[in-house]
């Protein structure tokens, strides 16, 4: 895919380190000739992400909190001041109380429900309305979901919430979004080794178990996720808008396990 993303520029929010989604998805853009920049929050991230930005030939990192309405404005106002334009956006932020990611979705608390909500879906939307100003020749925002969005996943509890909404916020978007150029797009991987999907409960075994069942045998790796981000973002993917890519090796499309697995 080299040269497919000469030229653009992109902000990615959400790298916390070499193991993360969002770190996979950089890579491959800067791969394919992209200038990136990276938001991190709070002195610790940023000690990890810096090194990790520098590799790529990036010297652009701002402080964000997506709970914090003015750290946001700061954050979009700084870019702004190195860069006139913005020509893609990747959004792979969530959080839940790893407390409440076990036993009952009937027990999530009031006050995990809404930060969870909060941060996993609401965020994309206020990045989207700062990033939105900057997209002059239209553009691509990308964030990332997973299947428990649309079925029960153990341990997965509120955040299969919060993906759902986040689904339903990427079509909408795409819709409010689509007569500027704008397309809007969740990307949508299996089991993955990061430092968020370590706060699931019982992790392992379902990493184990869908590369196992799925029908390439074998989960997504951080390079193919990172093409899937480079197709969208480039002109490859200019008239797909509103979707979520899975990029699982098919265990979505199961109704069982593998026989050989019953």
């Known amino acids: 895919m080299g040269g497919w993303m000469e030229g653009k520029r992109g902000l990615i929010m959400g790298v916390a380190n070499e193991r993360s989604i969002a770190w996979g998805i950089a890579k491959a853009m800067a791969e394919a000739g992209a200038e990136l920049a990276f938001t991190y929050q709070g002195e610790a991230f940023g000690k990890r992400v810096e090194p990790l930005a520098r590799s790529l030939g990036s010297d652009i990192m701002v402080d964000a909190d997506v709970t914090d309405e003015a750290s946001l404005d700061t954050a979009f106002a700084a870019l702004g001041e190195r860069w006139d334009r913005l020509d893609?956006?990747?959004?792979?932020?969530?959080?839940?109380?790893?407390?409440?990611?076990?036993?009952r979705f009937l027990n999530t608390s009031r006050d995990n429900f809404l930060n969870s909500l909060d941060i996993s879906c609401y965020s994309l939307i206020e990045a989207t309305r700062r990033a939105e100003p900057m997209m002059t020749a239209g553009g691509t925002i990308l964030t990332l979901t997973y299947q428990g969005s649309n079925r029960v996943v153990p341990n997965y509890n509120v955040m299969g919430v919060a993906k759902a909404a986040l689904e339903a916020t990427v079509r909408y978007l795409a819709n409010d979004l689509g007569p500027q150029g704008i397309r809007v797009n969740a990307i949508s991987p299996g089991p993955m080794k990061t430092l968020a999907g370590a706060a699931i409960g019982g992790a392992r075994k379902t990493f184990r178990h869908a590369a196992e069942n799925a029908p390439l045998r074998s989960n997504a790796t951080l390079e193919a996720v990172g093409g899937t981000a480079v197709y969208l973002a480039s002109e490859a993917g200019a008239y797909t808008t509103g979707e979520v890519l899975r990029v699982d090796g098919g265990y979505h499309i199961l109704g069982m396990p593998q026989g050989e697995n019953i």
């Not at 990747?90 to 839940?96: E, G």
């Open 88 to 103: 893609f956006l990747v959004h792979a932020i969530a959080y839940s109380d790893k407390a409440e990611l076990g036993g």
